[in-house]
């Protein structure tokens, strides 16, 4: 079974132009999430979808960050315009989630790099 | 969700048992306690988790106090692919969200 996918694995660009991250779950998991990690730190959790619905975005900076996830499958992140704070590994991961015992499965992350 | 409290970071020898402490003392009882380690450039990639019997399962064991204000993740014997950070994470029953610490850096030495 393939795990989660996300593209691209690296990228830097300069401030204030924008970038986006994508993401494919594993078939069949219902909920999927965007998280932030900075240097040294663990990972911080941007936006969770539940389906086609964000159903917690409280993390998510609004005035620059975006998020869709269209027909409750992949997903991509957005920033515009990117700002030198910006660079961190953004993680995405996915879950089927039944009673309370679920698992989060990660993909790789994609590194941004802002300059 | 409760707090937790992990060394910053811990050394081991190739072959001998990890034991990774974890302070979650502000715990409740309908929270669960979870392990995620992270290897380097991957994501977070889960352990075990518990709510207060111990647990054992193919990667790791998990012992919980009986008070479960304290637990240790066992990796019986460690090898040089263990090398990771190591995430205790305490989460409500049914809650979703994961709150990540800066948890602990294990380095398993040959």
């Known amino acids: 079974e393939a795990g989660v996918v996300q593209s691209p694995r690296y990228k830097i660009i300069e401030k204030k132009q924008p970038v986006a991250f994508w993401c494919n779950p594993i078939?069949?998991?219902?909920?999927l999430y965007w998280y932030r990690q900075n240097l040294g730190q663990g990972p911080e959790l941007l936006i969770r979808?539940?389906?086609?619905?964000?159903?917690?975005d409280s993390q998510l900076p609004k005035d620059r960050f975006s998020a869709e996830r269209l027909k409750g499958v992949d997903s991509t992140l957005k920033i515009q315009p990117a700002e030198l704070g910006d660079s961190a590994v953004y993680l995405c991961?996915?879950?089927?989630?039944?009673?309370?015992?679920?698992?989060?499965?990660f993909g790789p992350g994609t590194r941004l790099t802002v300059t | 969700d409760a707090k937790t409290t992990q060394p910053p970071s811990m050394d081991c020898a190739e072959g001998r048992a990890a034991n990774l402490p974890c302070n979650h003392s502000?715990?409740?009882?309908?929270?669960?306690v979870y392990w995620y380690r992270q290897i380097h450039s991957q994501g977070p990639q889960y352990i075990i988790h518990g709510l207060k019997n111990n647990e054992t399962n193919e990667m790791a064991s998990l012992i919980i106090t009986e008070d479960r204000k304290s637990s240790t993740l066992i990796l019986p014997h460690a090898t040089l692919r263990d090398t990771a950070v190591y995430y205790c994470i305490v989460r409500v029953r049914g809650a979703q969200k994961l709150v990540f610490g800066q948890g602990t850096r294990l380095t398993i030495n040959p």
């Open positions: 991961a996915s879950s089927l989630v039944w009673g309370s015992s679920y698992e989060q499965y």
């Open positions: 502000t715990i409740s009882g309908n929270e669960y």
């Open positions: 078939s069949g998991h219902n909920t």
């Open positions: 979808y539940e389906n086609e619905e964000a159903v917690d």
